[in-house]
């Protein structure tokens, strides 16, 4: 079992930034990858960005050159660094990671006024 415990979102304007923290405490260095996902009302889910043990990445299109993952293996945290935020990027931001099978944090709400 993973466990996710997520922090950050919240209300800021256009052009704004925000970071999302995601912890995996006692499984960080056996998941395979972590990272976020988001949902908009109305649309399926899509990637974010996710991270691998190995420190290699991967962005959702919409999300290049804006947003930034890392990670502190001393902390067994990944963080989602958000700049340039638009209205667009309002959605509920998932954290996940993945160990054998996929697992989810309860989400996270993002809103970006324009």
């Known amino acids: 079992q993973v466990r996710l415990v997520e922090s950050g979102g919240g209300l800021v304007q256009a052009g704004g930034s925000l970071r999302l923290s995601c912890a995996a405490p006692?499984?960080?260095?056996?998941?395979?990858?972590m990272g976020w996902y988001r949902q908009a009302p109305g649309k399926q889910r899509e990637l974010v960005a996710v991270?691998?043990?190995?420190?290699?990445?991967n962005y959702g299109d919409s999300v290049k050159g804006r947003f930034t993952i890392s990670r502190d293996n001393a902390k067994d945290t990944v963080y989602l660094q958000m700049n340039g935020l638009k209205p667009e990027d309002t959605a509920v931001y998932y954290c996940?990671?993945?160990?054998?099978?996929?697992?989810w944090g309860q989400g996270t709400q993002v809103t970006v006024s324009s």
């Open positions: 991270v691998t043990v190995g420190g290699s990445t």
């Open positions: 006692g499984s960080f260095f056996d998941v395979d990858r």
């Open positions: 996940y990671a993945h160990l054998r099978r996929d697992y």
